[in-house]
């Protein structure tokens, strides 16, 4: 049995608009994430997972607040654990890639500069320059790039380039987990596929963790070793990658993946009709029942499903009682 | 396939050159020698396909007269729109529409989001009084599936991206185009409605004889909607024909890595074998000063020739391809 690295549970926030206004944008969430695997976290926008994965790293700003749950990763709980500590935790134990990253490299730096000065905040204090420098190129080689482009600024660089330089900072200090934020977003497929594939292989030598945010299944199809799918702020499907693409349980899973044209095989395909909820008024009972095609009077518009364990799979969903 | 007069729309060797830089002036051809028809007989959803910087958008740009072309040519039926009178140019603009990718801010925030639709119905006088542009505008959107009463009345923000886009489908289909040049039109929808609006556009096709540039990054997309494809690399057509076939067996280096590298839903498919990324990229200007094959640097087949030589369009089997293997 593989141990788990991260384990979330229960976990709650709220974006509060005005004193009686807030809508719960991540609702009673847990999971947990294994070493050296992929754990690939989807959802459509608002589905809630970017929020969730800034909140297990305490990185939410207001109006977002954590309400309640517990983080713990390593024996300790990172809801709790002092801002010091907690700071040393990232970076250091683990990185989080946001989305976007590659647009926030400072554009008056040498690559060189900016990951020296991430350097020298943790640790690196008095360490000889000649040291620094062969790390920053030792790095920038393991993702792939040329030493020569520590002595380059960033607009020098192309979007996959940075994205490049991006993951080098994230792995100074072989991090036994990295979350990155649809780190592929903005590039072209055969960057996509080369940034992934790189992620991939990080994680095999450093026997490290991946937490993989990204709305494109597909993406979690070619490199997740599990899968979370989130609806409207709640996890309502958790499993193997495999089983869940191959045999979806809950509505919504099967109309996500049903909805996705391939280029080799061609059938007419539907898309779900109607929009997500507004999570300041989330519809009573199953959040996705004014969607569902299986929706039962009485039962999916009054009782809330929760998570239940289906063979290996956990689904929320009434349809497995 | 085009016969010479038929053409809805031909574009000739169609070529944008951007200069940059403020002292130093630099050169870059966004569009290099770009040349497609579509028929005015039959409607098609021809895709151009390409990777940012590609310069598709630009080809939807130039097309829709938004730019100048640096030279070459855009004939609309026949007749060059840079030299149309302006009761020519009118009807052009009425008969060839625009979607684009951001439907968040093709409305106004401050206005209603029947604005959009009663505005052309204005401008074109589609309807005699103010209860008839409403039932025109109730009609419309009863062609993309949405309800009247659920939009009529309320603001861009109490509404989806899904929504809007199909409000701003809805506003073409007021003005009944022969073309319509969408640009990324799906890419900020999710993915479980992103099919609704491909089928609506498909729905437009068959039944209203309405032909579509579809412009996009997405293969799987365009594939689902199109026969056809142009797919570009730094401002040129690389390949292009039938896009089932171009699909299946990809005939250029570029084309064959980047149809290898769509991620697959299928985890029993993953891809095989590590994508190398290059370990320094030329930027686009340097990329400029090219001789040869713009794709030479990632190019995993390069010979000699493809360092001094720019491939040109050839004959390959059903398609052109622009590569010296062939």
């Known amino acids: 049995m593989a141990e788990n690295i991260l384990s979330v549970k229960d976990l709650t926030v709220d974006y509060v608009l005005t004193s009686n206004d807030s809508l719960r944008a991540v609702d009673n969430v847990t999971f947990e994430v294994n070493t050296e695997e992929i754990f690939g976290i989807v959802g459509e926008s608002g589905s809630g997972k970017t929020t969730l994965a800034k909140a297990v790293l305490r990185l939410l700003e207001p109006p977002g607040y954590i309400r309640s749950g517990y983080v713990n990763f390593g024996g300790v709980n990172l809801l709790e654990v002092p801002e010091e500590k907690l700071n040393k935790i990232r970076w250091e134990k683990i990185s989080y890639i946001p989305q976007s990253s590659m647009n926030a490299l400072n554009p008056l730096m040498k690559i060189k500069d900016q990951m ?37 600024y960033p607009h020098e ?39 992934l594939q790189l992620l991939t292989k990080i994680k095999n030598e450093h026997k490290s963790s991946i937490v993989l945010v990204t709305h494109d299944i597909a993406i979690q199809a070619e490199v997740a070793d599990k899968v979370a799918v989130m609806y409207a702020g ?49 519809p009573s009972g199953c959040r996705f029942y004014p969607r569902c095609k299986y929706f039962k009077s009485g039962l999916c518009d009054k009782v809330e499903p929760h998570l239940q364990k289906i063979g290996d799979r956990l689904v929320a969903c009434h349809l497995y009682r | 396939m085009s016969i010479g007069d038929a053409n809805l729309i031909e574009v000739q060797n169609l070529t944008k050159i951007f200069s940059t830089g403020f002292i130093m002036k630099r050169n870059i051809a966004a569009v290099e020698g770009v040349s497609f028809s579509l028929s005015e007989k039959v409607p098609e959803i021809l895709t151009i396909a390409g990777e940012s910087g590609s310069g598709k958008s630009t080809t939807a740009r130039l097309i829709l007269g938004l730019i100048k072309p640096t030279s070459g040519k855009i004939l609309y039926k026949g007749k060059d729109i840079w030299k149309m009178s302006a009761k020519e140019w009118n009807q052009y603009r009425r008969e060839v529409n625009a979607v684009f990718q951001d439907p968040y801010s093709a409305f106004n925030p401050f206005h209603k989001v029947e604005h959009v639709l009663l505005t052309p119905i204005r401008k074109f006088r589609l309807a005699e009084s103010k209860e008839d542009a409403y039932e025109l505008a109730s009609k419309a959107l009863d062609s993309v599936n949405l309800r009247g009463e659920e939009i009529l009345g309320r603001y861009p923000h109490e509404l989806s991206g899904g929504q809007l886009q199909r409000i701003l489908l809805a506003r073409v289909f007021l003005l009944k185009p022969k073309l319509i040049v969408a640009d990324e039109p799906v890419s900020m929808i999710d993915a479980s409605i992103r099919i609704n609006l491909l089928n609506i556009m498909l729905k437009y096709k068959e039944n209203l004889g309405v032909s579509f540039l579809y412009i996009t990054h997405d293969l799987s997309t365009a594939t689902y909607i199109s026969s056809r494809v142009l797919i570009m690399y730094l401002g040129n057509v690389v390949e292009s024909g039938p896009i089932d076939d171009i699909v299946q067996n990809p005939l250029h280096p570029y084309v064959q890595q980047l149809i290898d590298s769509i991620p697959n839903p299928d985890p029993e498919k993953r891809w095989k074998g590590y994508i190398k990324l290059p370990e320094v990229e030329h930027n686009l200007v340097e990329t400029e000063r090219v001789k040869g094959c713009k794709f030479y640097d990632r190019c995993p087949k390069r010979m000699e020739i493809c360092k001094k030589e720019r491939p040109k369009l050839k ?5 052109l391809v622009a590569c010296h293997l062939y």
């Open chain 1, 116 to 152: 020296t000065e991430v350097m020298k905040m943790h640790g690196f204090k008095g360490v000889s320059k000649e040291v620094i420098n062969r790390r920053v190129e030792e790095l920038l080689v393991s993702v792939g790039l040329a030493p020569e482009v520590s002595e380059m």
């Open chain 1, 157 to 195: 660089l192309s979007g996959g380039m940075k994205q490049r330089v991006i993951i080098a900072m994230a792995t100074i200090f072989n991090p036994t987990l990295i979350v990155a934020d649809e780190p592929t977003t903005a590039l072209d497929v055969v960057v996509q596929r080369g940034i």
């Open chain 2, 315 to 319: 004959q390959v089997e059903n398609r």
């Open chain 1, 234 to 282: 709640k996890i309502v499907e958790i499993g193997d990658i495999r089983d869940v693409l191959k045999e979806p349980l809950h509505p919504y899973t099967q109309a996500l993946i049903s909805s996705i044209p391939s280029p080799l095989e061609k059938k007419a395909l539907y898309g779900l009709s109607g929009v997500p909820p507004d999570l300041r008024r989330p």
